[in-house]
């Protein structure tokens, strides 16, 4: 019996070595169309041609070609598209590498009418696929929109792929069509696939009045039991998606081209960030309007389970001075004052990938959000590059600290304290300071407490009173104090900006009885609600942002909210949104502050005071000054006629602030 039970324990244990060493399979499914029947309303597209660039690119990264799907023309039904991905979750098993891409036609369409049918966008539309089967216009006694595939009918569908796959496997989804559009943009492109026409049932009005909480997200909710989803968007929501022309002429869609190029650059470990880094590039060399966005955790890398570490290099984009050429040297990086980055920081340049530098760079004009610098080597505008700043000069961002510590006998903290602010220029130890770090002894034991002048803690730390502190509790104290000098500045930043002109924001009471105080301010008291308006009062399409800055210097981003990508909160020229808002019952007493931001493309603020976020969207990021000056025309070699820094655009953003008083009522 023994002899038995050891046979099939080891019978067992074979099965499950050899099933823990199995490859992941790589499986793909292509859906493209691009002729729709002539009564549907969508022109032809060129989206046969993506298929061979899509196919090649997987086969060279491992894919089977009897594993790769394809849906073309009559055959990419809506029907056939859902049971399609219905084979490929059957198909698929843990720490499988899934990639489906879409090369179509897309469109905004009406919302669904009920939270229970799938009301969730903030803007009233949904997303749409165009299948084969699906119509461009509302016909009362033909077409109702039923043949759209809805980004809600994708998400059910990419779900079911996730669970299967497990957290180690990858779902990579490639969309190459506009989600929706505004009219078309003046660039050298032939033709754009979607219309700036969304599908709605007659007459119809989007809900203007949205809530702060969350919506549910396209990519979902992270469980553990997921794998991460990456999307890759040809196009930012507003935005046409326009077709390229390859290297033999021929036309080809942006995304597909530009993934087919990026994928023959990447390495293994390489992730999804520098990926997307490249795709982006390439895009934007041929149409520079053109804004692709990505959602998903960017650090995983590419076709594998693994997870890098977020890279300490900067983004880099070549600044569009001159739009015929090729190559310019002027950059601009997605880092500015926020981010200790001020006039004369330097930087080293590196090709995306790669460990040897190809330039240096010199920051000359700084931004809250983003900087622009010049570098005498021309840069290749279809080239992804980043930086590494090697040189700091703080400028205005800047903090003073007194350190308060009296009767302490340890020696070696007192050391300590003193030498971690010394590589630290934005940090000056003075008496009549912004924060104030007290150390207090008693009873054997420390306690460490950093102060603002508003008097709210900022962070607290107790040690034995022979203790020092850790790697972490030192990097948590700056961190600390890096987040309170960004708040600081960005409370006291003056509204404008070329875009302010444009911008209402007013706060509205929902009791007609609320107090005003002596400066004209609501006064509200916790547990109250109010309406919040933020007017695009311009002629073309904007995006908005807002940050809270508490009385107690707390400050968190209300928009984006958590769930949601920096697309999603689009203002059409003329548009209304309406929040509502309530005051929390934990708020202290004193001056609120909400800074509202808008923009010509989205910004992600939650990359500023939330690292965790910076994995998770990745859009474009805009700065609110007008900050341009000529400061680097001395030089006589050929990239001087390109470095006119002006030329530049950082200050393609409005900011302005709307305010109230928090007043507890006596108990």
């Known amino acids: 019996m023994k002899r038995v039970l050891i046979f099939y324990l080891l019978i067992a244990s074979v099965s499950a070595f050899s099933q823990t060493n199995i490859s992941p399979k790589k499986l793909a499914l292509i859906v493209a169309i691009g002729q729709y029947p002539e009564n549907s309303g969508w022109p032809a597209i060129a989206s046969i041609n993506d298929i061979k660039y899509i196919k090649g690119a997987l086969i060279n990264k491992g894919f089977k070609e009897k594993d790769i799907d394809t849906l073309k023309n009559n055959k990419a039904t809506k029907a056939a598209i859902l049971k399609a991905m219905d084979n490929l979750a059957k198909k698929a098993s843990t720490n499988d590498i899934v990639v489906i891409h879409f090369s179509c036609h897309g469109q905004q369409i009406q919302d669904q009418a009920t939270i229970a049918e799938g009301k969730d966008e903030s803007d009233g539309y949904d997303e749409a696929i165009i299948p084969v089967d699906a119509e461009a216009m509302y016909n009362p006694s033909g077409y109702d929109g039923s043949k759209h595939l809805r980004d809600d009918d994708l998400a059910i569908k990419f779900r079911a792929i996730r669970n299967k796959i497990k957290p180690n496997g990858t779902l990579l989804v490639l969309i190459d069509a506009c989600h929706s559009g505004t009219a078309s943009r003046a660039v050298d492109a032939s033709i754009s696939r979607g219309t700036p026409v969304p599908f709605t049932f007659g007459k119809y009005q989007p809900d203007s009045n949205l809530p702060f909480a969350d919506e549910d997200s396209f990519i979902g909710d992270g469980k553990d039991s997921l794998s991460n989803m990456v999307v890759i968007s040809a196009s930012a929501a507003h935005q046409q998606n326009f077709q390229l022309w390859d290297d033999k002429g021929v036309d080809v869609g942006s995304l597909s081209f530009a993934f087919a190029k990026a994928m023959a650059d990447i390495k293994p470990g390489d992730d999804y960030e520098l990926l997307f880094e490249k795709i982006k590039a390439r895009v934007q060399a041929g149409i520079p309007t053109q804004i692709p966005m990505i959602e998903g955790n960017l650090t995983q890398q590419v076709f594998e389970g693994k997870f890098n570490k977020p890279s300490d290099e900067i983004i880099l984009t070549i600044a569009k001075t001159d739009k015929q050429a090729k190559e310019d040297s002027v950059f601009v990086i997605n880092k500015g004052a926020f981010d200790n980055i001020s006039k004369g920081s330097t930087c080293k340049i590196f090709v995306a990938g790669s460990k040897e530098p190809v330039a240096e760079g010199t920051i000359v004009t700084v931004g809250s959000f983003e900087s622009a610098g010049v570098t005498k080597k021309l840069l290749k505008k279809e080239t992804a590059y980043r930086a590494v700043i090697d040189q700091v000069s703080f400028g205005e961002f800047s903090t003073a600290i007194a350190v308060n510590e009296p009767g302490i006998n340890n020696s070696r903290l007192k050391s300590q304290v003193t030498a971690l602010f010394q590589p630290y220029q934005f940090i000056s130890l003075k008496n009549n300071a912004d924060l104030m770090l007290n150390i207090n002894e008693q009873n054997a034991r420390v306690r460490m407490e950093l102060f603002d002048r508003g008097d709210s803690t900022r962070w607290v730390k107790e040690l034995s ?109 003329k548009e209304t949104k309406t929040f509502t808002v309530g005051v929390d019952a934990n708020t202290p007493s004193g001056k609120e502050v909400y800074k509202v931001f808008i923009t010509r493309s989205p910004i992600d603020l939650r990359q500023l005071f939330d690292r965790k976020t910076r994995a998770a969207h990745r859009g474009v990021t805009m700065s609110l000054e007008d900050m341009i000056n000529d400061t680097f025309k001395d030089s006589e070699d050929a990239a001087a006629t390109r470095s006119v820094v002006s030329n530049v655009k950082l200050d393609e953003a409005g900011m302005l602030t709307v305010g109230f008083t928090v007043k507890k009522q006596n108990p």
């Open 465 to 573: 009173a022979s203790d020092t502190l850790s790697a972490t509790d030192k990097e948590e104290l700056i961190a600390s104090i890096k987040n309170s000098t960004r708040i600081k500045y960005l409370r006291s930043l003056p509204d404008g900006g070329d875009l302010s002109k444009n911008l209402i924001a007013q706060i509205i009471p929902k009791n007609n009885n609320s107090a005003v105080n002596t400066n004209g301010e609501m006064v509200f008291k916790p547990g109250d609600i109010f309406t919040m308006n933020v007017t695009n009062n311009s002629k073309e399409d904007l995006f908005f942002s807002i940050i809270d800055i508490m009385p107690n210097n707390e400050m968190q981003v209300l928009i984006p909210t958590p769930a949601r990508t920096p697309q999603d909160y689009h203002l059409a020229p």
